[in-house]
């Protein structure tokens, strides 16, 4: 469907999003320094996004260092920045469903060339889209600005496509350059997201989970678990994170729930201990001749 022919409250729902996750997230990125409660600027980034008048598409990740995604701040977190900290602002803002998905690294340290890294590596694959690209061509032009400047790409995170409350759908951007691929199309809605690693290169789960997702709908039994799904029922299959479900036998809830193919896991994804990950990300709309990026 072309993006000029989007029905228009539902174009105009993707660019308002863009907006709103924007502003947050600029504004949000401002809060990050030294001796600043974790916590405190995870609460204040979400209720920006309530204030605004939109939803939150996933919980707002805040993601430390090595970590490179599916951080967020845990119920009492007692965690503060420090100097030297590399700090991922992942933020998904939706209205009526349509969502934007922006993230921006801040750097407390000296990694300033590896911020630059991601943050090119985007910005050269958006010059590239129109429809005809290939991912695989957008996936050359990440790696080549992140190698460039001495880093590796995360090989096993990519970008995605965005449909109406749906985080995660075809086509998946990758950070390599491969041969071929899906062809971009006009009216195509997705996020381009750059990681460069001082690491491996590639991500695997640690032992530390916040963020979940309801995947199934079937009844339970089990009263706390009954909760837990009736409190995310608006969430429409969006991810929600720990601290904003009911305490009530938590963790045997949310387990129960797992083990019942009802509920998906997140657990936060990592290069290897001591490196360091930077992340940037923008959401886009194919026009005819190139696109609009919805979180600029």
Known sequence: MSALLLDDDVFDSYVEAGRVAARVLGTGAGTIKAGVSILEVVESVEQMVTDAGAGLAFPLNLSLNEDAAHDTASIGDERFFIEGD??????????DGYIADTAVTVDLGDH??????????????IA???????IGDLGRAIQQEIESRGFRPVANLTGHGL???????PPSIPNLSFEGGAALEEGMVFAIEPFASSGSGKVS??????????ISIKPVRLPSARKILEAVRERRGMPFA??????ERQDFALSTLIQQGLVRAYPVL????????????HTLIVTSDGCIVTTA
């Open 86 to 95: 590399v700090a991922k602002l992942d933020l998904g803002v939706h209205l």
């Open 163 to 169: 449909a109406r409350y749906a985080i995660h759908t």
């Open 242 to 247: 720990r601290r904003w479900i009911p305490s």
């Open 112 to 125: 300033g060339l590896l911020v630059e890294a991601s943050q090119r590596a985007l910005e050269a694959a």
């Open 205 to 214: 789960e640690k032992p530390r989970v916040e963020i979940f997702q309801q």
């Open 270 to 281: 990592a290069d290897v201990p001591g490196s360091v990950v930077s992340q940037h990300e």
């Open 128 to 134: 590239l889209v129109r429809p005809g690209v290939t």
